[in-house]
């Protein structure tokens, strides 16, 4: 009984820490523009979003209301995850 809890602990706390909860650390996250337009159900097209029925909106213009960093250059929105 007791070798089945610290088998079930030493589970635990690896696929925490692969899942990045147990680092502590801070991480990046960064989404395709393409598909942050898409979830918005809209179409993506020149660094622009074109969600229907709403007016278009520039990458940068809908990264940045979700609190992101923009990059133009890839169409990649940035954020910090927080601990």
């Known amino acids: 009984m007791r ?3 610290v088998l079930a ?5 690896t696929a925490l ?3 990045g909860c147990a680092s502590g650390g801070k ?3 960064r989404l395709s523009m ?5 979830s918005a159900h809209g179409t993506w097209a020149g ?4 969600p229907a029925p709403k007016s278009p909106k ?3 213009a809908m990264c940045e209301e979700q609190g992101g960093t923009y990059f133009a250059d890839s169409a990649l ?5 927080e601990p």
């Open 34 to 38: 393409q598909k942050m337009c898409n």
């Open 47 to 50: 660094g622009t979003c074109n």
């Open 3 to 5: 070798r089945g809890r």
């Open 27 to 29: 991480g990046k996250v």
């Open 58 to 60: 520039s990458g940068q």
């Open 9 to 13: 602990g030493v589970a635990l706390v």
């Open 17 to 19: 820490m692969l899942a």
């Open 77 to 81: 929105c940035q954020f910090d995850s």
